[in-house]
């Protein structure tokens, strides 16, 4: 039987597959994209999209958690919801199943190459050489899916028209999990489908009890120090500080594809004053974090994010309302909040 770590990474890479088969078309394919209004969107931007893709890459990542571990199947949250243009999105039995489903969004060809991706076989991507890890008590577990981090990068990216730093290797998949008891967050896979042309590449952490452990495919080696990642929301007055005190100051686009590069150490810390990031944002990426000996904390109170929030219609409710700052090493926090007090 597969653990959960190596389920998280199959789930997210069926996910990425989703997101991929988006751009085998011509450009002028339509991708399905719906708007989101009032309580679904986001503050951060004046208009907030979400297209079929993050529809049915949640559902196929879902699906396969739930496959492994049917205990879990009622714990899975994710951003979205599973209804677009009037169509509750689902994983049919098979491929043709799921492509008829989805002919009523799109055209035939599209439906079927998507509904190809959402069935293909993840098995063995990502998922050679993983460490045996402690048995975790699964009746403790959620799940909280971002089936595509940074969509308006995302959309931009498929119709052809992003800037060389904005488009698609901005967009990832963030999986976590988390203690249903103390809403810590324990096994964490980002995957960055188009990292790399399209091969894609995976970072996961695990920071369960006494075990901490983080792993992936082609990670660089660097370890840079003073790098500060902000959002292009951020206030004027945040990035200042941090310029004052002689830190690098980098906007990128994707909290996913910011806290990917703190995982990886192509930034020291990511800072977001403000509550535009969500739970989905934060729990794959905060396990990774965590098991590299730092910490994802509220920007106003600096006490830890947690996951266990009770159920809510409204999404406002799962956002991380006090801003975040994400760091690999406490004493890049203790730099942090001196720059902050100035
Ligand atoms: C968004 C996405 C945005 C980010 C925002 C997230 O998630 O990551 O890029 O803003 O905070 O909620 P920014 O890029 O300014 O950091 P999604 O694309 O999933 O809605
Ligand atoms: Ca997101
Ligand atoms: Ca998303």
Redesign the pocket.
Known sequence: MKNILETLINASEKAACVARSCCAGSKNEVLLVAEKFDGDA?A??ER?F?TIA?VLAQEAAKTEIARHFPELADHVRG?ECSEIGGVRIELRENIEGTTDLLQYLVAPAIAKRMAEAAHRDTEHTFCDNLPNIPEIDTSDVGIWI?P???????IAGVQGRADADRGLP?VTVLIGAYLRSTGEPIVGVINQPFYNNGKGRVVWGLNYQESRETGGNDIPDTNESNIILI????KPEVAEKFKQAGWEVK????????LLKVAIGEATAYI?SQG???R??TCAPHSILRAKGGDLISFSTKSPITYNDEMHMEPQHYSNKDGIIAFTDVATLEKIKKILEN
């Open positions: 986001n951060r931007f907030d979400k993050d951003e971002d595509i981090d940074a969509t308006a990068e995302f901005c959002s292009s929301a951020e906007s990128a686009p994707g909290a996913g594809h910011k977001m535009t990031t969500f989905w944002d």
